[in-house]
């Protein structure tokens, strides 16, 4: 069995600042915005990056599980890890013997979702899904939250990938142990690395005065001088190759 990342969600006061930060900062189009996630009281986009998607929720009501948990981090930052894998059911097999609750989930002909709750898993949001259908298991292949053609909406002139995030925990090593449980992957050597099919998780400690989360990403850059400047025009912080973008630390890579 492999487990891919392909989705890293952020959640934001405000959408349209942020989207637009995002734009101007990686180069990065929107391929979707999802009208099911009004039901949550959310709006959102979703960009390509590479073969992975970046999406952005905000709130558009009040008393919202997003609204919740941008009071309980204190603002923008990172919501939820999203994994993409091949067999569902021995995924949720595992998850239902470990006994971690499920906050939500559904299957239709196209998808089959698990959104694990965090209090079960430590540190984040964690997400298992399985795409159905023609290629669906294909890098490139199609991901139901991302819209029919997201590929069309890709463009690599400034990034091509997101391939860590970093979630931050009280306890890291215990996190780190909990999700290598949950995913049926081992750790590296360190105990604090979680190594997926396409990217890692990196757990750490708490150490920016925010609570558990995911604190940031790496990003794989085609033009990590075009992203920097960027990122000064918009004076966001940037502290060497970081860059601090919807209370997120985006690390540069390439």
Not at 37 to 46: K, M, S
Not at 92 to 120: C, S, T, W, Y
Not at 216 to 227: E, F, L, P, S, Y
């Amino acid at each position: 069995m492999w487990l891919r990342l392909r989705q890293i969600a952020l959640v934001a006061e405000k959408l349209a600042p942020i989207e637009a930060a995002l734009i101007d900062v990686l180069g990065v189009k929107v391929a979707f915005r999802d009208p099911g996630v009004g039901h949550f009281g959310l709006e959102n986009a979703l960009f390509p990056i590479g073969n992975i998607l970046l999406e952005v929720v905000a709130p558009t009501r009040e008393n919202t599980a997003g609204g919740r948990y941008l009071e309980r981090r204190g603002g923008d930052g990172g919501y939820m890890v999203i994994t993409q894998c091949d067999d569902h059911l021995p995924r949720r097999k595992r998850v239902a013997d470990l006994g971690i609750r499920i906050v939500n989930q559904f299957e239709n002909k196209h998808f089959r979702n698990m959104q694990l709750h965090p209090k079960d898993t430590g540190g984040s949001f964690f997400e298992i899904d399985e795409a159905l259908g023609e290629n669906a298991h294909a890098h490139d292949g199609p991901w139901e939250p991302s819209g029919p053609d997201w590929q069309k909406y890709r463009d690599t002139s400034r990034v091509s990938g997101i391939i860590a995030a970093e979630v931050q925990a009280d306890d890291p090593r215990q996190v780190a142990g909990r999700w290598s449980e949950i995913s049926e992957s081992p750790l590296a050597a360190d105990g604090l690395t979680l190594p997926l099919d396409n990217a890692t998780v990196r757990f750490v400690p708490c150490t920016d005065g925010r609570p558990e989360g995911l604190g940031g990403i790496d990003i794989r850059c085609t033009d990590k001088a075009a992203v920097l400047a960027a990122a000064r025009r918009q004076n966001l912080p940037v502290n060497g190759d970081t860059v601090m973008l919807c209370g997120m630390r985006m690390k540069m890579i390439g």
